[in-house]
T-cell receptor, first 113, second 113 residues
Framework: DTGVSQDPRHKITKRGQNVTFRCDPISEHNRLYWYRQTLGQGPEFLTYFQNEAQLEKSRLLSDRFSAERPKGSFSTLEIQRTEQGDSAMYLC???????????FGDGTRLSIL | TQLLEQSPQFLSIQEGENLTVYCNSSSVFSSLQWYRQEPGEGPVLLVTVVTGGEVKKLKRLTFQFGDARKDSSLHITAAQTGDTGLYLCAGAPPGAGSYQLTFGKGTKLSVIP
């Protein structure tokens, strides 16, 4: 069990650029979540996958955000035309069975210049 | 919308002291998790409580879930400098679904030697 892995750990980009983050969940965890955490706040839910199906999306997830989990294993989160307000820590979590707790990766910290 | 209020927001104590932090809501949760987060890292799961009135102990940490499953507390006995960090509570909603977590803003604990 190698834990949830996220890449990159840090991303600095200019406003208007597109960015993509990757999450590798704990193997055989069929549930995968994306959260966003800003300074002084707890993580906020963005979206949820069960296997390859994206089953829930938060209203926080604007049209500029898209997430995929094509083979039910790793997932990507893409932000198009980044804005200053997108600066945050993007966290990925995975869970096994329906009542199993969520285990988090160390996140990708996004900074928009 | 389910909200979790954590108190206090900040806590600074001397090594060896005891402390309690609180997590309160007007909503019922099917389970509640406590996480600890270090700067630049993802939240690390400490415990999950599921049953109303449940008490769980993890070495010097004691977690309690309220009878009505709306609130929880974390008590640390004889705090150590290694306990320093951000303590987050997170609740999963009742019923079926994604079990997306709702987080509080956290209690930032500093244990001074």
């Amino acid at each position: 069990d190698t834990g949830v892995s996220q890449d990159p750990r840090h991303k600095i980009t200019k406003r208007g650029q597109n960015v993509t983050f990757r999450c590798d969940p704990i193997s055989e965890h069929n549930r995968l979540y994306w959260y966003r955490q800003t300074l002084g706040q707890g993580p906020e839910f963005l979206t949820y996958f069960q296997n390859e199906a994206q089953l829930e999306k938060s209203r926080l997830l604007s049209d500029r955000f898209s997430a995929e989990r094509p083979k039910g294993s790793f997932s990507t989160l893409e932000i198009q035309r980044t804005e200053q307000g997108d600066s945050a820590m993007y966290l990925c979590a995975s869970a096994g069975g329906i009542f199993e707790p969520q285990h988090f990766g160390d996140g990708t910290r996004l900074s928009i210049l | 919308t389910q909200l979790l209020e954590q108190s206090p927001q900040f806590l600074s104590i001397q090594e060896g002291e005891n402390l309690t932090v609180y997590c309160n809501s007007s909503s019922v949760f099917s389970s509640l998790q406590w996480y600890r987060q270090e700067p630049g890292e993802g939240p690390v799961l400490l415990v999950t409580v599921v049953t109303g009135g449940e008490v769980k102990k993890l070495k010097r940490l004691t977690f309690q879930f309220g009878d009505a499953r709306k609130d929880s507390s974390l008590h640390i006995t004889a705090a150590q400098t290694g306990d320093t960090g951000l303590y987050l509570c997170a609740g999963a909603p009742p019923g079926a679904g994604s079990y997306q977590l709702t987080f509080g803003k956290g209690t930032k604990l500093s244990v001074i030697p």
